[in-house]
């Protein structure tokens, strides 16, 4: 049987109740909107292994020497930078309960760390929850994407937050990403607010959920944990069986 496909095959084959297909959570939001923060404290308060994240920054395309050197004109906002094909790839395999090497990407040199992967692998009821700033581009692979994301969590702040995000971005920039004041301030409105406004607020109607002052709102996050509680409690919805997907949940808060 292994020699035939994956362990979950297998699994399934011995068990056919052992194996779950794990569920997806897409998290998007503008820049700096929380997105991490709201993954971590779901993760934090379910305290085991059976939700991973995946950030979509993970899969960043390296630049070339020439381009690194022109860094400050390179559009890291487009979905271009990202090899979605290679994040896809990932995600089909962590729903097929095979393990994934994440690439570690270097904010300060642009590039992957080379031989360096987070290993990642989800266990028995399994959960993945993955940040995306474009849940918009995930159109182009609808099929893919219905299968994939059984409910979307939009940590989208309200236009009028812009200011908070941008102060949150320069902060964080100057202190872990070695760039100055101006650089930000430059790649902010060359890039990234033009990039909000064509591809990630076009994917705020796609969210289930939509969460109002990001990792600030505890009531929020606490519900969202309690939906992935009752979801992994619910053993015969995550069963693999072709043609068979999870119930769309929605609810608002
Ligand atoms: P995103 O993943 O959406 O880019 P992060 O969660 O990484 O956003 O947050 C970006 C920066 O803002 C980080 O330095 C983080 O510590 C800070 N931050 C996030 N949420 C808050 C908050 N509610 N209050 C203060 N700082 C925050
Ligand atoms: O939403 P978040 O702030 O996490 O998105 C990552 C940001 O990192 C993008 O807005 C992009 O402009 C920025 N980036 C960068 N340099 C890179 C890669 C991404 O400034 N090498």
Known sequence: VYANGTAAAALELASPSAVRQPFVIGVSGGTASGKTTVCDMIIQQLHDHRVVLVNQDSFYRGLTAEESARAQDYNFDHPDAFDTEQLLECMGQLKRAQPVNVPIYDF??????SESFRKVAITCKPASMIKLPFLCELRFNLIVTLKFVHFLLGSMMDQSDADVRLARRIRRDTVERGRDISSVLDQYGR???PAFDDFVLPSK??????IPRGGDNHVAVDLIVQHIRTKLGQHDLCKIYPNVHVVQSTFQI
Do not use: N, S
Request: contains cysteine; aromatic residues 14%.
């Open 205 to 210: 109607k796609y969210a289930d959920v939509i």
């Open 191 to 193: 890039f990234v607010k």
């Open 108 to 113: 300060k040199k642009h590039r992957r760390c």
